[in-house]
């Protein structure tokens, strides 16, 4: 698998474009194959799709595009397609916003995803999206950033997250710090 390619895109068609790197042209399908310009180096983020009947190569340029494409796709009934038409459309703070906020209306705007798709988005991402205007940092101390990625990362939303950080002595090792959230998350 590829965390991501540098290299000079070659060609641009409507469904992808074809990024060049050491003699190797690479087919990059992106959300907006127009958002880029022939004969200019690109550090896109990749994702490698691999099904039965399906070997896709997955671009973006920006880091949180490709982790809203993998929350996505990971949601019962949104393949890669759904995916990639809802980060053509929108931007990914938009998307976040809509999914917080119960807004299906606005997910339903993107092409192939209908009432159903849009309430199950927001069923399975609401609250589990820590990503938003671009990995901007919460204003903690590092360590403090580090607990809150790896309580996420179990499952525990940002506003329960805001209550039991501020509560942590930020001058302890982050290991006794996730130790001392669980134990305020668990009362």
Known sequence: MYGYIIGKVTK?????IIQENNGIGYIIIVPNPYNFKLNEDYKIYTYQYVREDQNDLYGFLAEDEKEMFLKLISVSGIGPKSAL????AGSVSEIVKAIEARNDTYLRKFPGIGQKASQQIILDLRGKL???DDFVSSGNSPALDDVEEALMALGYGKKE?????????????????IKDALKLLAK
């Open 12 to 16: 641009i068609t409507p469904k992808y």
């Open 161 to 177: 997250l805001s209550k039991v950080l501020s509560k942590l002595d930020a001058t302890k090792e982050v290991g006794d710090l």
């Open 85 to 88: 038409s809802i980060l053509a």
């Open 130 to 132: 820590s990503f938003t």
